[in-house]
C-alpha cells in the first residue's frame, strides 16, 4: 500500500514539473507572438530551476500532494490560485532583487500564473472526471460526448427521480446520487416554487416547473419517485407539497427536516418516508452549542432511562459533544443493547459504558455513581404512559417518585455538579397518577437547592408529547391504519402539544447548561394540535381518504386523561431566558422534612399496593391534583 501510494506521488510530481515548465515556456511564447528573441530565451531557461524549486515547494507546502484528486472540489480550486500566487509573487520578487527584471517579459510572469492555475487545476479536474464516469463509461470508447453534457450514461433499471427543491439541499442529493453508482435513480428533473429558477439547468439537469406543476411533469417524463428536498419547509408548505404528490400518484420520500439532521449534514442516507412529525413544521432549533459544550466537552455523563425514546436520543446528542465518558444505565437489557449497538458504530471514538440498573434500588445507582463518577446526570427513567399507571399507581409511585429522589440522594452523595430532571406537562394540574408523580418528582428536584448546602445544581425541564416516542398515539393509530381501521380517537376537542425527539433533546440539553438550580424549564411547545386532526393527516399519509377509507370512532376520554394539557401551574411565575424556545419558572418553595414524611407514607402505601390511598396521598402533596373518575 506505502509503494503505491509513493509511486502515485511521484506520478503527480512529474506531471505537475512537466505542466509548470510548459506553464512557463507557453507565457512566453504568447507574450513574442510565438517569436521569443534570442536574450529572453537565454533568461527564460535560466529561471526554470528556480521556478520548478518555487513552485513545487509552495504546492507541496499547500497540501497539493496529500489530497484525493478524484474529489477535487471548489476548495482545491482555491488553494491552487493561493498557491500559485503567492510563488508567482516569490519569483518576481526575487528575480527582480537579483537581476532587475533585465531580459525578462513582465507581461510573461502574469501569464504564466494563470497558466498555471489552468493546467494544475484543469490536470485534477481530469482526473475527477475519470473517476466520475465510471468504469462502465470509461469502457465503453469512454463515452467522452458525456462530457460535454455534463451528464454519465445511464444506470440501469434506475427510477426516474424528480428532486423537488432546487436549493443546496436538492444539489446536494443531486451529487450524492451521481457519485454513488449504487443508488439506483436517474434525476430526471427539479421543480421549484421560486420562478427564477424554473427553466433554468441544474448541473445540467432542467428545472422543469413549479411544485404545483408536479402531476403535468409527471405525465411528461413519466417519472418513478419524488422526493421532497426542503428541510426548512414550514407546515403549511409541507402539507402542500404533500397534496401534490398524492394528486399525482407518484411515490414519494423526504429529507428530515433540519431538527433531525445531525450537524446539518444532507445525505441520501438520511431519505425516509414521509412522516407525521414533517407536518408539525417545527422551527430549527438554534443551539448555544459553546455553552453546552462547556459542562458537557470531556465531561463524564449518565443518563438513566437510556434505552427510552428521549433517553436514547439524548445520548446520541451528547455524543456530538465529545464526553469523556458517557454511562447509559437502563433497566430494560434490549433497549440498553441496541443504543449502546448504534453509538458505538455512529461515535466509535466515544467512550460508552452501559450499566444494566433500576434506579429503584439505591445501591445499583449508588455503585454506578461511584464506579464512574459522572459530573452531570440527565434522569430520563419513568413510568409516562397514563392509563396504566392508573391501574398500578403503586408502580408509578415506586419508580417516578422514590426512584428519582434515590438519583437525586446518590448524586448529592457523589458530588454531582448537575442533575436535570426530564418531566412532563401532565405535571400540571394533574388529573392521573402518573402526572401527580412527576409533579412531586418536580417538587423534590426544586426542594433540593433551597434546603442546606449542596454541591449538586438541580433543575427540572418540562415539555409536552414527543412524535414517535414508545406510547404515544402516532404509533398507535399506524398499527389500526395498518389493520384497515377504525382509528379510535378519544374526544372531538382533545389537545395535545407535540414536538419531535431531537428538538426535544436538544433543548434539554441547552437548559442543562442554563440552569443554576431550582428552576423548571418550560420548553417553546408552539400551538396544540387536535387528536382527531391527527388521525387525519395520518390516514392521508398511508394513502387513504379519512372516514371513507378509514373510518374515525370517537370512544371517549380513558381513565386520567383531559381534554386539553397545560404547560404551567398556579403560583409559578413564568420569565424568558436567553434562549427564544426555553422559559423559565421559579416555582414555590416547599418544606423538604415534610414532603419527605410524606413521601414515606406513600411508600408504604405503596408496598401494601393500596391504589386508593396513594391517589389521597397525592392529594395531600400536589394541591392542584383531581384524580378523574
Known sequence: MTRYIYKNFLIVLA????????????????????????????????LVPIMLG???????????????????????LLRIIKASGI??????????????????????????????????????????????????????????????TLKKGQRRDAKKLLILGAGDCGEKIYREIQDNESLRYEVVGFLDDDLTKVGKLLHGVPILGTTADLKSVVQRIAADEALI???????????SLLAHCEESGLAFKTVPGMGELIDGRVSVKAIR?????????????????????????????????AGGSIGSELCRQICRFDPSCLILYERAESPLYEIDLELRADYPDAKVVSVLGDIRDRSQISRAL?????????????????????LRPWKAVRNNILGTRHVMHMCMEHGVERFVLVSTDKAVRPVN????????????????????????????????NVVGSVGSVVPLFKKQIERGGPVTVTHPEMTRYFMTIPEACQLILQAGAMGEGGEIFILDMGTPVKIVDMARDLIRL?????????????????????????????????????????????????????????????????????GAAIKSKLQEIVEDYRPSA
Open 229 to 239: 428536498a426542503t428541510p426548512s419547509a414550514t407546515a403549511a408548505q409541507m402539507r
Open 54 to 76: 518555487i513552485k513545487i515547494t509552495t504546492f507541496y507546502m499547500f497540501d497539493f500532494y496529500r489530497g484525493m484528486w478524484r474529489y477535487t472540489s471548489i476548495d482545491d
Open 273 to 305: 418516508d414521509v412522516d407525521y412529525r414533517d407536518l408539525l413544521g417545527r422551527e430549527v432549533i438554534r443551539l448555544d452549542e459553546d455553552r453546552i459544550a462547556a459542562y458537557l466537552e470531556k465531561a463524564r455523563v449518565l443518563v438513566t432511562g
Open 15 to 46: 506531471i505537475d514539473i512537466l505542466l509548470v515548465a510548459f506553464s512557463w515556456y507557453l507565457a512566453n511564447l504568447l507574450r513574442f507572438n510565438f517569436d521569443i528573441p534570442p536574450d529572453s530565451l537565454v533568461a527564460m531557461a535560466r
Open 542 to 610: 398511508s394513502g387513504f381518504e379519512p372516514g371513507v377509507d378509514i373510518k374515525i370512532e370517537f370512544v371517549g376520554l380513558r381513565p386520567g386523561e383531559k381534554l386539553f394539557e397545560e404547560l404551567i401551574t398556579r403560583g409559578e411565575g413564568i420569565a424568558p431566558t436567553s434562549h427564544g424556545k426555553i422559559m423559565v419558572l421559579r416555582g414555590k418553595t416547599c418544606d423538604e422534612v415534610s414532603l419527605n414524611g410524606a413521601i414515606d407514607e406513600m411508600a408504604k402505601l405503596a408496598y401494601e399496593q393500596d
Open 433 to 464: 397518577v402518573m402526572g401527580a408523580t412527576k409533579r412531586v418528582a418536580e417538587m423534590l428536584v426544586q426542594a433540593q437547592n433551597g434546603c442546606g448546602p449542596t454541591k449538586t445544581k438541580f433543575m427540572t425541564v418540562r415539555f409536552g
Open 87 to 148: 510563488s508567482s509573487l516569490i519569483i518576481v520578487t526575487l528575480v527582480t532583487f537579483t537581476h532587475g527584471l533585465a531580459g525578462f517579459a513582465r507581461a510573461a510572469f502574469v501569464i504564466d500564473w494563470v497558466l498555471t492555475i489552468f493546467l494544475i487545476a484543469g490536470y485534477r479536474l481530469g482526473i475527477r472526471l475519470y473517476f466520475w464516469l465510471g468504469p462502465r463509461d470509461r469502457l465503453s470508447s469512454f463515452r467522452w460526448l458525456t462530457l460535454f
Open 370 to 390: 461511584s464506579d464512574y463518577q459522572p459530573q452531570v446526570v440527565f434522569h430520563a427513567a419513568a413510568y409516562k404512559h397514563v392509563p396504566m399507571m392508573e
